[in-house]
């Protein structure tokens, strides 16, 4: 939900639906780096690995407020297009996680279930001409502009948190960052997601449990469907719920990857909204560069070491992408469930 854009017809979150007990952080505080903010977000990346980000006082903040109420109108009006025109831009079968997905095109859970989403992946290099563009239906040619800008916001948002989270660990300068250089190659991208109303006899899970495969995730959503499973060992699925003037950031499984489980990717899924609505819902996800290897950073006395034995699997960024955003789509293969929903064993540690 946004502070900018039109509540008129939006119900509130309920009062009586379980909610995760999230931390709230300022983005302005975080920007003038305020030393007990930057304490709560390494306790928020260390605790559960998600948290509310207030991008209200600032700036940047605003910015990415206006373009987000900006795109979750031309998100509409892409939906609205026919399946026949959507599928056009249905680049899975290249090995491509760009462009269409359809509902029901995704396994969401180790019984073979469908998922009932679907969503559009735009391409960051695409928009920001480090690539050649990919064809696109006109409404995304011609929000170029806007997509331009957000993702610039949201790049220098993303860098802001990863620089902060590089000083707490006492890494060299730049270490992280230097791995997200937005005009580097890489799987970053803006996602339109749209959870049409379910049959009201038959509800399930839109989206089944998983963990995200990049570094930082920014999400910006208007109803509340977006579910997390908290640490501990009697933890039950509680929503969260959405803010006006928030973004909820989430850690992918690249922050577990760099700093050996001392942050948390938590697991999370999409579950219907609370009052059965139609949602829609924009992300912005970063991800390191291609080319860099997913392991262990050096030259912080933080990020726990290696255990004896311990190998570390040698893939690069585009690799991990391709395969963790691929291997749950129905039509291409079979299916591993746990290597491809990214529940590992180093997200899955119990932290309290």
């Known amino acids: 939900m946004t502070c900018t854009e039109d509540l008129a017809g939006l119900p509130p979150f309920p009062t009586d639906v379980p909610t995760a007990p999230l931390l709230r952080l300022s983005l302005d505080k975080l920007l003038a780096h305020d030393t007990v903010e930057i304490q709560r977000l390494m306790q928020a990346c260390e605790k559960i690995g998600l948290?509310?980000?207030?991008?209200?006082?600032?700036?940047?903040?605003?910015?990415?407020?206006?373009?987000?109420?900006?795109?979750?109108?031309?998100?509409e009006q892409l939906f609205d297009l026919t399946l026949e025109e959507k599928l056009k831009y249905d680049f899975s079968g290249q090995n491509s996680y760009y462009g269409y997905k359809a509902q029901g095109t995704a396994i969401f859970d180790r019984q073979g279930n469908l998922d009932r989403n679907e969503f559009y992946n735009v391409s960051r290099d695409d928009i920001m001409d480090l690539?050649?563009?990919?064809?696109?239906?006109?409404i995304l040619h011609q929000t170029r502009p806007a997509l331009q800008s957000f993702i610039r916001t949201s790049h220098s948002i993303v860098s802001l948190l990863l620089d902060l989270l590089n000083g707490s660990l006492n890494l060299p300068p730049s270490t992280i960052t230097d791995l997200?250089?937005?005009?580097?190659?890489?799987?970053?991208?803006?996602?339109f997601i749209n959870a049409p109303l379910q049959p009201a006899n038959d509800r399930r899970t839109v989206l089944g449990e998983h963990t995200d495969l990049g570094s930082i995730t920014i999400l910006f959503s208007r109803l509340g469907g977006l579910q997390v499973l908290p640490p501990g060992a009697d933890a039950q699925w509680v929503y969260v719920r959405p803010l006006p003037g928030h973004a909820i950031v989430n850690l992918g499984d690249a922050m577990i990857k760099f700093t050996n489980g001392l942050f948390r990717s938590n697991i999370h899924r999409v579950a219907s909204s609370p009052g059965q609505l139609?949602?829609?819902?924009?992300?912005?996800?970063?991800?390191?560069?291609?080319?860099?290897?997913?392991?262990?950073?050096?030259?912080?006395?933080?990020?726990?070491?290696?255990?004896?034995?311990?190998?570390?699997e040698a893939i690069n960024s585009k690799d991990w992408i391709i395969r963790r955003a691929l291997d749950l789509r129905a039509n291409l293969k079979e299916i591993d469930f746990e290597k491809s929903a990214g529940t590992e064993q180093l997200s899955r540690r119990i932290k309290v």
């Open 131 to 138: 690539t050649p563009s990919l064809p696109a239906p006109d």
């Open 51 to 75: 948290f509310c980000l207030n991008l209200q006082g600032s700036e940047e903040g605003i910015s990415i407020l206006e373009d987000a109420d900006k795109l979750f109108k031309i998100g």
């Open 180 to 191: 997200h250089r937005l005009n580097a190659i890489s799987g970053d991208q803006v996602r």
């Open 278 to 312: 139609h949602r829609y819902s924009l992300v912005y996800f970063s991800r390191p560069q291609g080319d860099v290897i997913l392991r262990r950073l050096k030259g912080s006395g933080r990020i726990p070491e290696l255990k004896e034995g311990d190998v570390e």
